[in-house]
């Protein structure tokens, strides 16, 4: 039986087909509804023509925000069509079977953690940096959910050790200010950007610019990162960092953050490797296929 893993994205959403030992058959990507009968009717769809294609399968599937043990609802999602909503009750429900669901970034990790930038280490931690900020911890294979199913959520924790600049901090969406998010995400570098030198660019642009005032841009979005980073390995001292999303394509911002992990961490020496993903764009859907096991052909 095959597993169809679905990415599921606040603008995309990409569906594959994994064979049981674990190549990916087919994929698509299509626009996600911004409606939540919408998405629906769009997974159906997708698992639909995959299975009219390969036969029965199991279904993964990555989402952004995380379910509510209690309640089973979604929460904390970006894509906010989503929130207050029972989506893999109803899910289950349009395909009549059961489906495995994580957090986006958990089906990050434990792609990387498989057969990625992370495989055959114990500890990942998996990091997306792109239109928002998320986190997977993924140990001996397993993506942890933690007691609140929110294992991982640094984005959402205050930037460490600001500087006098930093006190207050951006407002973030979720309510709060100086979130880690508010400064590190795509948007949140345009607008650090733009405070400084009166001038809108995107993040992509100003990551790859080679004049002064994008350069400094960079400087400070790499130091926050670093920072960041070092209050993760100080609290749970993965074997790696794995750098996803699309701020992490950037060259050399791994080795930048993994050069700098040593004036933060709690620790004489830092040997953490700090590594750009392997599986780039379809780590998100192939994790969530990689929530069901193999199965023998």
Request: glycine residues 16%; proline residues 5%.
């Amino acid at each position: 039986m095959i597993r169809i893993g679905i990415d599921l994205g606040g603008t995309k959403t990409e569906a594959a087909a994994m064979s049981g030992d674990g190549d990916i058959l087919a994929r698509e990507r299509v626009a996600t509804p911004a409606d939540y009968a919408g998405t629906l009717d769009m997974i159906a769809a997708l698992v639909a023509r995959m299975e009219g294609e390969f036969g029965p399968s199991r279904v993964g599937i990555g989402h952004p925000g995380s379910l509510g043990p209690q309640t089973g609802l979604v929460r904390n999602a970006n894509s906010t069509w989503l929130n207050g909503r029972p989506l893999k009750q109803d899910i289950e429900a349009r395909l009549g079977g059961t489906v495995r669901m994580a957090n986006d970034a958990n089906c990050f990790a434990l792609s990387e953690a498989r057969d990625g930038a992370g495989a055959d280490l114990r500890t990942v931690f998996g990091v997306i940096l792109g239109t928002g900020v998320g986190g997977g911890i993924v140990i001996d294979g397993q993506p942890l959910g933690g007691a609140q199913g929110i294992a991982g959520e640094w984005g959402h924790n205050p930037l460490p050790w600001p500087t006098a600049g930093e006190q207050d901090g951006p407002a973030c969406w979720c309510g709060k200010s100086g979130c880690i998010e508010a400064w590190l995400s795509g948007p949140g570098l345009s607008e650090d950007h733009a405070r400084h030198y009166g001038e809108r660019l995107d993040a992509r642009t100003i990551l790859n610019a080679n004049n002064t005032a994008c350069r400094d841009s960079a400087a400070r979005h790499a130091d926050r990162l670093t920072r960041a980073l070092a209050s993760v390995v100080n609290l749970i001292d993965p074997d790696v960092i794995v750098l996803g999303g699309g701020l992490s394509n950037t060259d050399g911002l791994a080795e930048r953050v993994e050069g700098g992990l040593h004036a933060h961490v709690f620790c004489d020496t830092v040997s953490t490797p700090v590594r750009r993903h392997m599986h780039g764009d379809s780590s998100g859907v192939r994790g969530a296929a990689w929530l069901w096991p193999l199965e023998p052909q």
